[in-house]
């Protein structure tokens, strides 16, 4: 009997955490179950928001061998709290993969920073083959945001080199990230450029009347801005906040913000008085239909530094659901380059427009708003740009391609 190619997938998210990058993992790896891989994967027990995620230490879910390591369970409440996190998977992940079974391939995802140490580690102590999946580009991220002072990602920043560099392969999330991971040294040969994904959303047929969340939240025909998401320190919400308050007795517009974040309190605090403007939680993603479909365009923001750093995975849901764009940030990243190349949107770029961003928005806001075909017309380009390169099968079956070449090296 031919014995089935194993790989082991290294993050500290996976299903049911609400983490986009466990989200993203969970589908890849069920979806290799399926063509033949043995699959397993090492995640941690804590959750992305806090807590414990409701599942089991061990499991085989959809054929994928999950292993849940302990956690202290603190989230994202603190920085301190999260570098504990951090640090205690990251030694329990390399001690696993020291003395743990052989697989394949080990593909380590950049959850937390300084993930792929582990997977270079191995290599050196027993020849472990494994491969970087850079979801963000670390610690340039952490230094950026201030969370790590640039003396220590200075003496990071070697380690971090040498374990990209020892990878089979890294894969990019797009031109603009593939760029800054060759600006810190890794050979452009070995990166594979493959962007992150959404399920497929058919957009609503029936309208307001049968989605369920515009019941419950009351809407009926009122032109409802989205925000859908992580609000994140990567994220900006200045010119957004400040549409907003401009915003908020014009009648008929409707802001509702899903999700959480370390800025929800920020947002809460500017917004959380305005009669048009609602925070609900993150909805479980069977409701993703729903959710998306509600809004009538989606807002989509981006620090101008994070360009090529970080990538927001929730655009390629918002055109699965075939919604128009408004972007708030830089004109070059990935996102903002697939907003303008089909056509989904606009990109209003602080950097390039300053104090005038926010006016633009508000103008932008009211131009989409009184017009539903120009809106609709976005909307069919959106669709048929995520079937062709955003779609979960696409980008999985890009994946398994780049996998079977490595292992079969």
Partial sequence: ????????????????????????????????????????????????????????????????????????????????????????????????????????LVVLLTTPSMLPMSGWVARRARGRRYAVWSMDVHPEVEVALGILPPWIARGLGPLDRRSHRGAEFVVALGPRMKARLVDKGVPEAAIRTIPVWSHDVEPDGAGRGGNALASELGIKDEFVVMYSGNAGLAHRFEEVLEAMDRLRDDPGMEFVFVGGGPRKAEILARAGANRNFRYIDYRPRRDLADSLTLGDVHLLTLRGDMAGLVVPVKLYGIMAAGRPVVMVGPRGSE???????????????????????GERLVETLRALRDDPEGRLRMGHRAREAFRADFERGVCCEKWESVIRQAIGR
């Fill in 1 to 104: 009997m031919t014995r089935k190619p194993s790989i082991l997938f290294v993050n500290q998210h996976y299903w049911p955490d609400v983490a986009a990058t466990g989200q993203i993992l969970s589908d890849l790896a069920e979806h290799l179950v399926g063509k033949g891989f043995e699959v397993g994967v090492l995640c941690s027990q804590g959750a992305y928001e806090g807590g414990r995620v409701k599942a089991p230490p061990r499991e085989i879910r959809r054929g994928v061998r999950v292993t849940r390591l302990p956690s202290p369970a603190l989230g994202r409440r603190s920085n301190r709290g999260r570098l504990l996190e951090y640090v205690a998977f990251l030694a329990q992940v390399a001690a696993r993969l020291a003395t743990g079974r052989r697989w394949d």
């Fill in 335 to 357: 996102s903002g380059r697939t907003i303008e190349e089909a056509r989904i949107g606009h990109v209003i770029d602080p950097d390039v427009e300053g104090r005038a961003a």
